[in-house]
């Protein structure tokens, strides 16, 4: 790839970009045009290639065709450098973007390429961003299910992982869904059926999942905030069951909820203390 075809100045890069955008380039063949003229040479390019295999009767129809095809290939286009733009300062000094997979690439593209909405634009890029930092952070077939999911589904996605909590994988907290402090979030029994039907959680209709912990105190962190948690204090040494709840994420939410930036909940600390102070074989718990 030559560095005169670059949307970016590959010089002004640090190595984690040049190094993505040449991996990029290899899956995928792509050449990032400077102005929509090029893009536009390109895919009319395409088109020629077309031409000759086409059987339109219509001389008319036949342009249509051509011309609707250019378009595509332009907004598509336009959709991967935007992505790819979105990308660059989402990359950790550490990142390894040479270890990721051609085939994920390949794919990753091949579906969010059709993304035109800017919000998804910013999911797909932090899905590569997190790849290139981790590599195998994210399998395909979570880069096939973002395909379907509309940007209402993300919205409501996002809201629920305001309620996480990490009790050594990210669990999202909801004791009762009826409850308000849910449902002034959007979050409620519909909702969550909702989300169970996509793919994305695991919702107990009438039962709460439990863990079973074998040490007498955990702290459990709040999303990312690494200034808010709870310290909780068994009574036994050994075999305490923690609450986790009605709702737990699906191996594919597991993974989407990585690059959510969900909202604080004002009082949600305090609310779970109060439901987990209900368990009978826990001792204390405090902030």
Wanted: charged share 30%; proline share 3%.
């Amino acid at each position: 790839m030559g560095n005169n075809n670059s949307i970016v100045n590959v010089g002004d890069l640090s190595k984690p970009a040049t190094t993505l955008i040449g991996r990029i380039s290899d899956a995928i063949g792509v050449l990032y045009e400077p102005t929509r003229i090029k893009r536009k040479a390109k895919a009319e390019a395409k088109a020629e290639q077309i031409k000759e295999l086409a059987n339109i009767e219509t001389q008319a129809l036949k342009q249509r065709t051509i011309q609707r095809f250019i378009k595509e290939e332009e907004q598509k286009q336009e959709n991967i450098e935007s992505i790819i733009e979105k990308v660059i300062p989402l990359l950790g000094e550490g990142a390894t973007p040479e270890n990721i997979e051609k085939d994920w690439i390949s794919n990753f593209f091949d579906k969010s390429k059709l993304t035109s909405d800017e919000e998804m634009k910013k999911l797909w890029a932090n899905i590569l961003a997190g790849e290139a930092n981790k590599p195998g952070t994210f399998s395909k077939r979570t880069i096939n299910f973002m395909e379907s999911l509309d940007k209402k589904d993300a919205l409501l996605f996002t809201k629920l992982c305001s309620f996480i909590v990490n009790v050594g994988f990210p669990l999202p907290l909801v004791f009762d869904s009826g409850a308000n402090i849910y449902k002034k979030y959007g979050i409620n029994f519909a909702e969550l059926k909702y989300l169970e039907g996509i793919g994305l959680i695991s919702f107990e209709t009438y039962t709460r999942y439990k863990t079973t912990l074998n040490f007498k105190r955990i702290k459990i962190q709040f999303g990312n905030n690494i200034n808010l948690s709870v310290i909780i204090d068994f009574k036994k040494e050994l075999g305490n069951d923690l609450n986790l709840g009605k709702v737990l994420f699906t191996s594919i939410g597991e993974e989407l909820s990585r690059i959510c930036n969900p909202e604080r909940i004002e009082g949600f600390q305090d609310y779970v203390i109060k439901e987990w102070k209900k368990d009978e074989n826990i001792l204390n718990i405090k902030k």
